[in-house]
Each structure stands twice: as structure tokens, then as C-alpha cells.
Nanobody
Framework: QVQLVESGGGLVQSGGSLRLSCAASGSIFSIRTMGWYRQAPGNQRELVATIGNGDSTNYKDSVKGRFAISRDSAKRTVYLQMDSLKPEDTAVYYC???????????????WGQGTQVTVTS
């Protein structure tokens, strides 16, 4: 089995910072892309940031300049540094990874269970 376990969510004031972490474990042969999505009440799940195994990154426009995604491939861990947080960033944040399992030739999408980020005004 493949597991993605998030940590680092919490309650912060507007303008504050949080650092999310997600560690992948299990029957993993390789990981192509890792990233973060979020979902607020009444909204669809949306991409926040992704990072490839060559460290190329992609960000939602509204978080550019405030959030930074990084990864430690040896630890199979992805991070999201969130600065200058705004109330509209409040959501459940989900870790995402594109994983090739042992003894398979294709990549599949895996999701964490989510971590709550709440930003107060």
C-alpha cells in the first residue's frame, strides 16, 4: 500500500505562516510529481502547487509569491511553505503524489487524508 501523511496544518492569524509536510511511504518504486491541492467549503478541490522530480514547479496564480513548494526526494517528502496567509487560504489541504509502485509500469495518483488550515482575520 501507498500512504501519504500530511502534517503542519493549524490555526494562524492573517499574515502569518505555516509549513506543511507530506511523507510518502509504502510499496513505492518511484515518484514523479508531488503537490498540494485544497478544498474550501462550497468550493471544488483546486491545485495549489506541484513539483516534479526534476524540481519544476507550478502554482495557482493567487498563491504565487506567497507559497513555495519543495521536496526531499530521498525522504519522499514534499513541503509547502505558506507565508502572508489570508483568510481566503482557509481550506483542507491535500497532499498529492504520482507514484509508480513496485512491480508495475504505470503511474497512479495518490492522495493524503488532508490537513486543516484556518486563517483568521
Amino acid at each position: 500500500q501507498v500512504q501519504l501523511v500530511e502534517s503542519g496544518g493549524g490555526l494562524v492569524q492573517s499574515g502569518g505562516s505555516l509549513r506543511l509536510s507530506c511523507a510518502a511511504s509504502g510499496s513505492i518504486f518511484s515518484i514523479r510529481t508531488m503537490g498540494w491541492y485544497r478544498q474550501a467549503p462550497g468550493n471544488q478541490r483546486e491545485l495549489v502547487a506541484t513539483i516534479g522530480n526534476g524540481d519544476s514547479t507550478n502554482y495557482k496564480d493567487s498563491v504565487k509569491g506567497r507559497f513555495a513548494i519543495s521536496r526531499d526526494s530521498a525522504k519522499r517528502t514534499v513541503y509547502l511553505q505558506m507565508d502572508s496567509l489570508k483568510p481566503e487560504d482557509t481550506a483542507v489541504y491535500y497532499c498529492y503524489a504520482v507514484v509508480q509502485k513496485f512491480f508495475t509500469t504505470r503511474f497512479s495518483d495518490y492522495w493524503g487524508q488532508g490537513t486543516q488550515v484556518t486563517v483568521t482575520s
